[in-house]
């Protein structure tokens, strides 16, 4: 069993940047593939960023050249760098674990964390 936690959510103004961490404990996180994913109010939950194994990683077209996902085995922990941040960006936003291999569904993913509010003001 996997327990994520994300945190570094909050309140940021249009072109400002925020880091979200997802700290894992109860397994290693080396032998999964770590997905970020959001969901603003009325919306289905969208895939956002994804990071391999290997560290190999793909993002939405929506935050293509923003957005940077990474990983740190040694701590347990993925990342996710946002930067020019929009107002369409805000969304609570959940980090997922696969055990099974890439994914943009949400069926793909085991595991997930509780989700972190991201609000961007105009």
């Known amino acids: 069993q996997v327990q994520l936690v994300e945190s570094g959510g909050g309140l940021v103004q249009a072109g400002g940047s925020l880091r979200l961490s997802c700290a894992a404990s109860?397994?290693?996180?080396?032998?999964?593939?770590m997905g970020w994913f959001r969901q603003a109010p009325g919306k289905e939950r969208e895939f956002v960023a994804g990071i391999s194994w290997s560290s190999n990683t793909v993002y939405a077209d929506s935050v293509k050249g923003r957005f940077t996902i990474s990983r740190d085995n040694a701590k347990n922990t993925v990342y996710l760098q946002m930067n020019s941040l929009k107002p369409e960006d805000t969304a609570v936003y959940f980090c997922?674990?696969?055990?099974?291999?890439?994914?943009?569904?949400?069926?793909?993913?085991?595991?997930w964390g509780q989700g972190t509010q991201v609000t961007v003001s105009s």
């Open positions: 109860g397994h290693t996180l080396s032998t999964y593939v």
């Open positions: 997922a674990a696969s055990s099974t291999g890439w994914g943009f569904n949400v069926r793909t993913y085991d595991y």
